[in-house]
């Protein structure tokens, strides 16, 4: 009954309920193991705005929006990712029974990526060269660390930054680390849990939501969307690519979010 | 040749030099299985400030100092310890290529503390009762999880905080923590590395270092020592208490800070 397995990447909105996840879960790890991926962008901007330097978004010549990510930037993201969201969501599924263990992708090498020499910006209609910017690109994954937790029975809850092969720590896109983690450990399922009923046709109307999408049509899409929804259909279209097959979008506010969207409530793409 | 086991604990100290500590390991590790656990009081002192709401430190009747913990103060522990500094370790050892793991006490329960339910505070000769102190002492000491990473090569990197019964995340004293799991690991060697050649008869004069002290006489030394240092004797007392063999108190400045305090230069207490 636990050969189902599934990655279930959470997003870091400030209404994402951990507390209907945890409960969800609860009856969910009985019959499959779980893989949590996490953001904290919502108190990443919080603590940044607090310490004095406000997150500063940057926008690629093909229209993607990135953070920019100096070393203070850096050091701001350790602290909201791994140091408090990490910690308070695995405390949150702890008091649920679950055994958590928090983990950023620095830790055992997990998410080995390769740093991004040069970024571009858009800025005013120019394009700009972007230094010192410690992002890059997660290439591989070390599963040892995650199938030796999954085999002793701890619920793994992975957050980004990564390290890149100079050991230096980097900024990356954390729902591309999350797909690429599902396919390293042959998992065929993957959940994205947001702030929103799932892919709108007319962003931001609940009630345009799309509740099929065909795999080969996601790209489709891609021109209809906004902001960070930009970036998970990427995501998807390479989750694709590294034969994963179905991938779920659903509701993060509400109770049963996991069970729901299982069970149709939201986007399946398959 | 893998059969020695040490518990390593890093003071949180400015002037801890880790890149030396990483580059002791390197040969160390080759000899001896390791468990590192490391504080993060001067990280933590700079990010409170920053954030505008300084480190608070209260005084037992006793005359044992620590920090007062509100739920603010224990978000900037979580994120400087469990963040920032555990995740600059971990890719300094990365970078030496030792496979660290970063872990705090509320990963997996790793550390489960009783929390304090009254803290009393002696301020201008006055005691006062503290009320929502997120203070705690470490009771267990959930091995499984270090013994699972430790089996599989993994060197675990380990901070305060720890997690309560009813999974609550509290502060607790990071020296009595890396003794009771040396204890509970069926280790019987502890190092700790601070800002200072080891055990002074007169702080803070560096020529006064007491090489040896036996073990029975240890509580000698508590009415001698100021600040952090009369908590780091009680730990060692209780070290004992728990069939510890020998604690070493080395300088964690300089190169070599593990084999030469191995090698006798510090405290050898036994």
Known sequence: MT?????????GGEKINWHYIAKDLVGITKKAKIVMVHGA???????????GVPTRIITSPSGVSSVYTDSLALDIFL?????????????????????????SGVDGRL????RKQHTFSVENGKTKLIKNNLTGRVEEINVKLINTLLKNYFLPVICPPAIDEDSQIVNIDGDIAAVRTAAALGIKKIVFLFESPGLLRLYPDEKSLINKVEKDNIDKYLPMVVGRMKKKILAVEKAFDLGMQTVYFGDGRYENPITNILAGKGTIIS
Chains 1, 2 share one sequence.
């Open 41 to 51: 962008n919502a108190i990443r901007d919080e603590i940044a705005k607090k310490m």
């Open 3 to 11: 050969s189902q397995k599934f990655l279930i990447k959470v997003g």
């Open 79 to 103: 602290m909201s990712y791994a140091g408090l969201a990490n910690k308070r969501i695995v405390s949150l599924m702890q008091k649920s029974g679950l055994n958590a263990v928090g983990l």
């Open 111 to 114: 998410w080995q990526a390769k």
